[in-house]
């Protein structure tokens, strides 16, 4: 699979948290070519600050693989991660971060600011702008029909 297949797959799950009312991020987390874990954002859902779709993810594959440590691991993720999720991908030492639409006001690896500037113990390498369109637009979608709801 190509890294485009990755995102597709990490659009669809930010699809289906969309129409569950959140805001549809999507992540996905290979390992040797398979996806071994996939989180979407649930913070509504749960009442949960901690639900966003990367530490879903994060959290899914530790307990399948057995471990916090996901050197082995790339991420896929619809949107540039905050810096609570940038935070547990360079603790959970993901290996290769891909995402999709950049976020200039809270994005921590290269957006807003860049986590990978500081002296941390790990630095993923970091690929932004992977179906950057498609996932910006899946963004835009959402935020316009909830505003026009609120109307």
Not at 7 to 31: D, F, T
Not at 130 to 143: N, Y
Request: include cysteine; charge should be positive.
């Amino acid at each position: 699979m190509t890294h485009e297949d990755y995102m597709r797959k990490a659009l669809h799950y930010a699809r289906l948290c969309g129409e569950r009312g959140e805001i549809p991020v999507g992540c996905v987390i290979v390992r040797n070519g398979e996806i071994v874990s996939y989180g979407s954002n649930a913070r509504q859902t749960h009442k949960n600050a901690l639900k966003h779709a990367e530490l879903v993810a994060i959290d899914r594959a530790c307990r399948k693989l057995g471990g916090w440590r996901l050197w082995e691991c790339d991420m896929y993720v619809t949107l540039e991660p905050c810096v609570m999720c940038a935070g547990a991908i360079i603790n959970a030492r993901i290996r290769n971060l891909y995402f999709g639409a950049y976020d200039s006001k809270a994005g921590c690896f290269g957006g807003l600011m860049n986590l990978n500037d500081h002296a941390f113990n790990h630095h993923p390498t970091v690929v932004g702008g992977i179906l950057e369109d498609e996932c910006s637009e899946v963004l835009k979608d959402f935020f316009k029909k909830l505003r026009s709801r609120n109307k």
